[in-house]
Each structure stands twice: as structure tokens, then as C-alpha cells.
Nanobody, 126 residues
Framework: QVQLAESGGGSAQAGGSLRLSCAGS????????MGWFRQAPGQEREGVATIYPDGGTTVYADSVKGRFTISRDNVKNMVYLQMNSLKAEDSAMYYC???????????????????WGRGTQVTVSS
């Protein structure tokens, strides 16, 4: 079973906005760092943003600081990624992932994230 599900991807023009959503179980969201990763053709998967269950502790990649915002809704069991001022280089497959709070390693260490969604495509044209 896929326990995380992304939605909200699509096409946008440079300078535009999109909001991605990630749906998960209450258990997963309450016991994991929830992160967004992306991977473009020919490139390695990279961390974009991650958020702690408290909703206040967040980490962003330098490339998206000031443009993207990660947030969560504990009632709806959802995690969001608001993407503003989009650039062509933001085009990628975006994945939602969950990292157990007990796992060591960096916040964007891919191998420490146990749950992954199937991804949602974001395409930005200039």
C-alpha cells in the first residue's frame, strides 16, 4: 500500500504559483518529519523542505528559501508546499516522504525516509 499521496502538480508559467498537497495517516504525520523532495531528469533527488510534527520547526533548501513554504494541517492530516515565484529550474517530479523521529542523519538524508508517495509532476515554462 502507498501510504502517502501527492496532488496539486501541473503546469505554470515562470513567476506563477502552485500548491502541492500530501495526504497521510494521522500516525505517520504525528511520528515523522514530513518532507518534500524533487527530482528532475538527469539529476539526483534533492530535499526541498521538511517540517517537524510541531508545525513550527522547518528546514528549506537554499534554492527555495523565500519562495516556498511548507505547512501542515493536523486536523485534515495534510502537508502542503506553497510554491511561489516559480522558475523553470523548479520543474521536477515532487515527492512527499516521511522520516521517523527516531532516525538519525541529516534532515534531507534520503535513505532515512521510510515512506514515499508516487510523486506529482511540476512543469514551469519560461
Amino acid at each position: 500500500q502507498v501510504q502517502l499521496a501527492e496532488s496539486g502538480g501541473g503546469s505554470a508559467q515562470a513567476g506563477g504559483s502552485l500548491r502541492l498537497s500530501c495526504a497521510g495517516s494521522r500516525y505517520i504525520l504525528n511520528n515523522n518529519w514530513m518532507g518534500w523532495f524533487r527530482q528532475a531528469p538527469g539529476q539526483e533527488r534533492e530535499g526541498v523542505a521538511t517540517i517537524y510534527p510541531d508545525g513550527g520547526t522547518t528546514v528549506y533548501a537554499d534554492s527555495v528559501k523565500g519562495r516556498f513554504t511548507i505547512s501542515r494541517d493536523n486536523v485534515k492530516n495534510m502537508v502542503y508546499l506553497q510554491m511561489n515565484s516559480l522558475k523553470a529550474e523548479d520543474s521536477a517530479m515532487y515527492y512527499c516522504a516521511a522520516k521517523p523521529l527516531t532516525r538519525m542523519g541529516g534532515v534531507f538524508a534520503t535513505e532515512t525516509y521510510n515512506y514515499w508517495g508516487r510523486g506529482t509532476q511540476v512543469t514551469v515554462s519560461s
